[in-house]
C-alpha cells in the first residue's frame, strides 16, 4: 500500500490549497478514504473522510463549510480542497486508509497559512 500526499505549500489566511493523495497497492474502491493533520505540538486529529462510493463524507467541525473531500475512482486519488483557509489550518496533512490489516498513512503534506 502505498499513499503520496502533495498539494501542499504556503497561503494567506482565505485564501485555498487542493491537496491529493494518490493510492496504490490496494483495491482503492472499496475502502473509506480519510484525512488527518498534525499541528506543531498537538496530537494527530480527524480531518475529513469519504466512503468507498464517495456517497458519504464526513468531516470535522472546525473544517465543515470550508473543506471537501472528494474521490477519483479513475485516478485512484482523493482530494481535499481547502477553502478560506485559517491560521489554524497549518498543520501536517495525511492521508489515511484502514484495510483489513492495518492503518495506512502517507508521508503528509504541510500546509502554512500566515499572512
Known amino acids: 500500500v502505498q499513499l503520496v500526499e502533495s498539494g501542499g505549500g504556503s497561503v494567506q489566511p482565505g485564501g485555498s490549497l487542493r491537496l491529493s493523495c494518490a493510492a496504490s497497492g490496494f483495491s482503492f474502491s472499496n475502502y473509506n478514504m480519510n484525512w488527518y493533520r498534525q499541528a506543531p505540538g498537538k496530537e494527530r486529529e480527524f480531518v475529513a473522510s469519504i466512503t468507498s462510493t464517495g456517497a458519504h463524507t464526513n468531516y470535522e467541525v472546525a473544517v465543515k463549510g470550508r473543506f471537501i473531500i472528494s474521490r477519483d475512482k479513475v485516478k485512484n486519488t482523493v482530494h481535499l480542497q481547502m477553502n478560506s483557509l485559517k491560521t489554524e489550518d497549518t498543520a501536517v496533512y495525511f492521508c489515511?486508509?484502514?484495510?483489513?490489516?492495518?492503518?495506512?498513512w502517507g508521508q503528509g503534506t504541510q500546509v502554512i497559512v500566515s499572512s
Open positions: 489515511n486508509v484502514v484495510t483489513v490489516l492495518r492503518a495506512y
